[in-house]
Nanobody, 124 residues
Framework: QLQLVESGGGLVQPGGSLRLSCAAS????????IGWFRQAPGKEREGVSY????????NYADSVKGRFTISRDNAKNTVYLQMNSLKPEDTAIYYC?????????????????WGQGTQVTVSA
């Protein structure tokens, strides 16, 4: 079974940056669309971004457009989420997830494999 591991979370001041990584150890990510999701305390999990299996297309939630960038390095079997201009409302646990090759949504139900998450806290 595909196992995903997120890393790169932490505490950052408003306006700061973090880069999250999503890696798989035993299976290649080449054939999966990879999405990033987040869940803040008391809120539902929401889609942040996804990137196609080839890396040729990506999409973002309106709340992060222009601030976050998703990318993938299939040679390293890793997907990244570069987060700039972070705001306190970006505070959440961030999860990466893998969906089918041709997936083009940020709906949580469409993704089959999930990581354990990494905490991002934006606070002064």
């Amino acid at each position: 079974q595909l196992q995903l591991v997120e890393s790169g979370g932490g505490l950052v001041q408003p306006g700061g940056s973090l880069r999250l990584s999503c890696a798989a150890s035993e299976f290649t990510l080449d054939y999966y669309t990879i999405g990033w999701f987040r869940q803040a305390p008391g809120k539902e999990r929401e889609g942040v971004s996804y990137v196609s299996s080839s890396g040729s297309s990506a999409n973002y939630a309106d709340s992060v457009k222009g601030r976050f960038t998703i990318s993938r390095d299939n040679a390293k079997n890793t997907v990244y989420l570069q987060m700039n201009s972070l705001k306190p409302e970006d505070t959440a646990i961030y999860y990466c997830a893998a969906g089918s090759l041709d997936l083009a949504t940020m709906k949580t139900d469409d993704y089959k494999y999930w990581g354990q998450g990494t905490q991002v806290t934006v606070s002064a």
